[in-house]
Nanobody
Framework: QVQLEQSGGGLVQAGRSLRLSCAASGTGFSINSMGWFRQAPGKQREWVATITRGGSTNYADSVNGRFTNSRDNAKNTVYLQMNSLKPEDTAVYYC?????????????WGQGTQVTVAS
């Protein structure tokens, strides 16, 4: 079983920065892609960013240029550096890890962390 533990987040003024972390734990696993989703009140969960094991990244247009997704494979940890935050970035942020098991891949989720950006 793989567990993801998130940290970071909180309340911040618009224009400031926050960093989220997400550490995967368990035994006998490797991780393919890791990334982040977010869910704002009354809205569906939306994809934010993905990083492959090799370090290639992709971002949603809404965060491209402001957010940076990175990972430390030795620590099975992914980070989301969020700069120039906007009120519309307010949401619960969830990390994910895609774990291969034989011919299949399973997605695990973090517990979620609240990010609130005040105008």
């Amino acid at each position: 079983q793989v567990q993801l533990e998130q940290s970071g987040g909180g309340l911040v003024q618009a224009g400031r920065s926050l960093r989220l972390s997400c550490a995967a734990s368990g035994t006998g696993f490797s991780i393919n892609s890791m990334g982040w989703f977010r869910q704002a009140p009354g809205k569906q969960r939306e994809w934010v960013a993905t990083i492959t094991r090799g370090g290639s990244t992709n971002y949603a247009d809404s965060v491209n240029g402001r957010f940076t997704n990175s990972r430390d494979n030795a620590k099975n940890t992914v980070y989301l550096q969020m700069n120039s935050l906007k009120p519309e970035d307010t949401a619960v942020y969830y990390c994910n890890a895609d774990v291969p098991r034989g011919p299949h891949e399973y997605r695990y989720w973090g517990q979620g962390t609240q990010v609130t950006v005040a105008s």
